[in-house]
């Protein structure tokens, strides 16, 4: 039993490091503009005068899988979002590595996030962003909450955009006597569009680990309304990303996949946007 808590509470958080929506495949801190940003980068946030609802659905390894929720408004001063997150394991079998590799049970567990995102223009170009989260882990018969909190500062112009910041500054999740911090990252994003092509990149470095995350990606507006993107990306070793996107008079529909490291295999990401 000691082994099967051990492994449960090592888990720290997973959904964090987790894609929260189709564009968290590819480079998610510089590209995910407009209300997507809401889930990465609260300085790219960007609202509409209507509220837009967004809905993802992300399908990983075996029945792990992550719903998500972004609301969005645009008010006089602010640009005012909503997320909701909820990452759940399903039924994780444990398989320790020593003395035996014999399956120790199962476990079950989730993660649960709430946050608020504010982000304003400072300048013509310059624009700031903050998003404090409610953040939840419950595992097999343990559970503890936390706050955490993201900033950043955008430079944008109509060719470009430039973002800095840091996310998940905060405290600590304790399960089974086992503490672990929020997956702090220092980030930094840059985008070029070059006609109809858009080249990005994104670094980031995990302080908990002391490692390094980058990724590489072009996308293209194949029509005025499809767009597509790839990536290479790394996170301990190299693997691909993908999307899409289809627009039209407000309604988005989007789809993103990548091979992901950790034994993970495929993860499968589709969503759907509307403004009401």
């Known amino acids: 039993?000691?082994?099967?808590?051990?492994?449960?509470?090592?888990?720290?958080?997973?959904?964090?490091?987790?894609?929260?929506?189709?564009?968290?495949?590819?480079?998610?801190?510089?590209?995910?503009?407009?209300?997507?940003?809401?889930?990465?980068?609260?300085?790219?946030?960007?609202?509409?005068?209507?509220?837009?609802?967004?809905?993802?659905?992300?399908?990983?390894?075996?029945?792990?899988?992550?719903?998500?929720?972004?609301?969005?408004?645009?008010?006089?001063?602010?640009?005012?979002?909503?997320?909701?997150?909820?990452?759940?394991?399903?039924?994780?079998?444990?398989?320790?590595?020593?003395?035996?590799?014999?399956?120790?049970?199962?476990?079950?567990?989730?993660?649960?996030?709430?946050?608020?995102?504010?982000?304003?223009?400072?300048?013509?170009?310059?624009?700031i962003g903050i998003k404090a989260k409610y953040v939840y882990e419950n595992l097999y018969i343990y559970s503890d909450a936390t706050l955490g909190f993201d900033f950043s500062l955008a430079y944008i112009n109509q060719f470009s955009g430039l973002s800095v910041g840091a996310t998940n500054i905060g405290g600590t999740i304790t399960i089974a006597n086992e503490s672990v911090n929020l997956p702090t990252k220092f980030s930094f994003g840059y985008y070029r569009m070059i006609k109809k092509y858009i080249i990005s990149v994104d670094l980031h470095y995990r302080i908990n680990s002391s490692s390094f995350e980058s990724s590489l990606a072009g996308e293209m507006m194949l029509t005025k309304n499809f767009e597509i993107g790839v990536s290479v990306n790394y996170r301990d070793q190299l693997y691909p990303g993908f999307y899409l996107a289809i627009h039209h008079h407000g309604l988005a529909i989007k789809y993103g996949a990548s091979l992901y490291p950790y034994n993970l295999g495929m993860v499968n990401i589709i969503g759907i946007g509307f403004p009401f």
């Open 1 to 127: 039993m000691n082994l099967i808590l051990l492994i449960i509470s090592s888990a720290g958080i997973s959904g964090l490091l987790m894609p929260a929506s189709v564009k968290g495949v590819i480079t998610y801190y510089s590209r995910s503009i407009g209300d997507e940003a809401i889930f990465y980068n609260p300085a790219m946030f960007g609202a509409d005068n209507n509220y837009r609802l967004n809905i993802y659905y992300t399908h990983t390894y075996a029945s792990m899988k992550n719903i998500n929720l972004g609301l969005s408004r645009k008010f006089r001063y602010f640009d005012l979002g909503i997320s909701i997150m909820n990452f759940d394991y399903g039924e994780i079998e444990a398989r320790p590595d020593y003395p035996t590799e014999d399956s120790a049970g199962f476990y079950t567990g989730s993660d649960f996030y709430f946050g608020v995102s504010l982000a304003k223009s400072i300048t013509s170009n310059g624009r």
